[in-house]
């Protein structure tokens, strides 16, 4: 028999049954039914999605900064030597009033640009969540805490899957994929430009992965070699006369990644160069990446895409004072590229890039650097944000042992993942039946969308 989208969908939902939540079954249920249906696209428009993953953690506690003397004073004592000196903040007018006034420090001066002309916004306080918490129900009971916290790998799977307390093997991006892609087109609408991640991953759907100088080919049967004509020959007489189903369904796999080389490649040879001057880091590459993919859209015959792509070393236990600026300053400058790369482009208004990362970090300091936190900002960019303010809610007390500390420093989140991410899913054309299969705890949050998104 073979084994189709309906059959592996059916068996999902099967296996669901006695071991997941009833409400995770209703999910299956609603994400199985969907998935049947669509056929091909139902958009006429272009729109993508861009996560930025900071691996390691970004201490994002020290990228939005208390710039008013009281609380810049508390910021300061607890930072010890990781604190920004005041004078070299750089200050933020969100549209919406805060707790407390705002700056960024010197090395995200291109950041502080886009914000104040309205072409990014960050999110305050977000982080993993089963349910909204308060530091008193938690010392309550510890169960409602989403698993293995402070863990970097488990961290990661739970802002890539928006799903903490179910061993799940999919991501939100991969089950939106699951939801609408186009199933006449075999390239995957999640293009990886940094490896393997489980966020882009699905029941039927895996991402397609690519690096900065463009698609993995299989050398040794690379037709446009002279010396593979004969060696490529061979190879595709022994496909077409295998009539073994385990043989035909390698030729199809082989043949499905083949046309995939091709059609990529084409569109990435065929994509203009960008105006703009990229610097010269590992981010601003696989961003560069990212626009000539988005500018090649329409030979790629997709018009909805999430890319992924990273930057590393924010796991910054030491020699923070130092790493966490230039880190911040890469992130910045490729951001500003990327923008204005979109811009000349005409695609401002149909990327959306924003930030994760493993979890934000402690307040306290060792002295030279920060554990393993909970809660973090991050960063949303393009043209149908709506830039120039701060959403979600800032810790009220950033005072240690507030009741918004955990402990040492670890600020519990006051928005979660899944609003976020639904956030992000209701503009790139999701129903709220969608949304709810995609993001199955969603509905113990009151608020679905953040209203970040125009």
């Not at 009281?70 to 004078?87: K, M, P, W």
């Not at 072409?119 to 409602?144: C, H, M, R, W």
């Not at 004072?321 to 005409?346: T, W």
């Not at 695609?347 to 402690?362: E, H, K, M, P, W």
Request: with cysteine.
């Amino acid at each position: 028999m073979k084994f189709n989208r309906r059959h592996f969908l059916k068996s999902l939902l099967a296996s669901s049954v006695g071991v997941s939540t009833y409400g995770a079954t209703l999910g299956n249920l609603a994400l199985m039914n969907s998935a049947l249906a669509q056929t091909t696209t139902r958009f006429d428009d272009y729109k993508a999605l861009v996560c930025i993953f900071l691996h390691g953690g970004n201490d994002s506690f020290n990228m939005l900064v208390p710039t008013a003397n009281a609380e810049y004073q508390t910021y300061q004592s607890i930072r010890q030597a990781l604190a920004h000196n005041q004078n070299e903040l750089l200050a933020i007018t969100p549209s919406t009033s805060m707790p407390y006034d705002l700056g960024l420090p010197s090395a995200m001066s291109p950041l502080q640009q886009l914000f104040q002309q309205g072409d990014l916004a960050f999110l305050a306080n977000t982080g993993p969540l089963l349910q909204p918490v308060t530091k008193a129900q938690i010392e309550q009971d510890y169960s409602i805490l989403p698993p293995q916290l402070f863990s970097h790998n488990d961290q990661q799977k739970h802002w890539q899957t928006s799903w903490p307390e179910q061993t799940v093997l999919t991501g939100w991006a991969g089950r939106m994929a699951d939801l609408i892609m186009d199933t006449n087109n075999s390239l995957s609408m999640n293009l990886s430009i940094d490896g393997s991640n489980i966020l882009q991953t699905g029941v039927n759907s895996l991402p397609y992965a690519l690096d900065s100088s463009g698609v993995q080919t299989f050398e040794a049967l690379n037709p446009d070699e002279s010396w593979n004509a004969q060696r490529v020959s061979v190879f595709n007489q022994l496909l077409a006369a295998n009539k073994h189903t385990l043989g035909q369904g390698h030729s199809e796999i082989y043949t499905r990644a083949q046309n995939n080389i091709n059609v990529v490649s084409n569109a990435i040879e065929k994509a203009s160069a960008p105006t703009v001057t990229y610097p010269k880091n590992r981010l601003a590459k696989e961003l560069k990446m990212v626009a000539k993919l988005a500018s090649s859209q329409q030979l790629l015959g997709q018009q909805r895409q999430v890319f992924f792509v990273g930057l590393g070393g924010f796991d910054t236990h030491d020699n923070q004072a130092v790493k966490h600026p230039q880190l911040l300053q890469r992130i910045s400058d490729s951001l500003l590229a990327f923008n204005n790369d979109l811009k000349a482009r005409g695609l401002f208004d149909n990327v959306t890039s924003f930030t994760a990362s493993d979890f934000g970090r402690t307040l306290s300091s060792n002295g030279d650097g920060t554990d393993h936190g909970w809660g973090g900002h991050h960063i949303i960019m393009g043209g149908a944000v709506k830039g120039g303010d701060i959403y979600g809610s800032l810790p009220a007390d950033i005072n240690l042992n507030s009741a918004d500390d955990l402990g040492d420093g670890r600020m519990i989140p006051t928005t979660s993942v899944d609003q976020y991410s639904a956030t992000l899913s209701k503009w790139f054309g999701l129903t709220d039946n969608e949304i709810n299969a995609v993001f199955p705890n969603l509905q113990r949050f009151a608020q679905a969308d953040l209203g970040f998104m125009m």
